[in-house]
């Protein structure tokens, strides 16, 4: 029973400081399906980061989040959903990735909605931040504007 509730605090801390760290860096959550559809309907970029609690979430992901967006062409919205915790959040944003496979972590650019590519978990792990911070403004690049 002891080693359940340690586990279970630790995760809990473990969520708590993932969702900091991309709320910090910017991003605004999106915790139900309606958080999602409503974020989705706005005109322009979205760049929606999938956040998770796994190793290469927090060493190279958020890290990566937080440092692509300090560019001259960036996304008009930034958000997140979290895997595995906002998970009708998380489904609702999956059924616009079309043609992509659930992954996290995971980025998505959205234009007007629509999924014009992602940065799957294979493109992130095993690689360094910023491997995925270049791709992720190789993206903005060629689908933002400048700021």
């Known amino acids: 029973m002891g080693f359940n509730l340690d586990f279970n605090l630790f995760m809990n801390d473990v969520v708590k400081q993932a969702r900091q760290e991309i709320t910090a860096a910017g991003y605004t959550e999106l915790t139900t399906a309606t958080d999602v559809e409503d ?4 005109k322009g970029t979205t760049l929606v980061m999938v956040n998770s609690v796994c ?6 992901a958020r890290p990566a989040a937080s440092h692509a967006i300090h560019y001259d062409k960036r996304p008009d919205q930034l958000v997140t959903v979290f895997a595995g915790q906002d998970k009708e959040a998380t489904a609702r944003a999956r059924e616009f990735f079309e043609g992509y ?7 998505a650019l959205l234009k007007d909605g629509k999924i014009i590519t992602m940065v799957e978990r294979h493109e992130i792990e ?6 995925v911070v270049s791709k992720l403004q190789s993206a903005f690049d060629a689908h933002c504007e400048e700021v």
């Open 55 to 60: 190793g290469c979430a927090g060493g190279i």
């Open 39 to 42: 974020a989705f309907a706005q």
């Open 101 to 107: 496979p659930p992954s996290s972590p995971s980025f």
């Open 126 to 131: 095993g690689h360094d931040p910023m491997a």
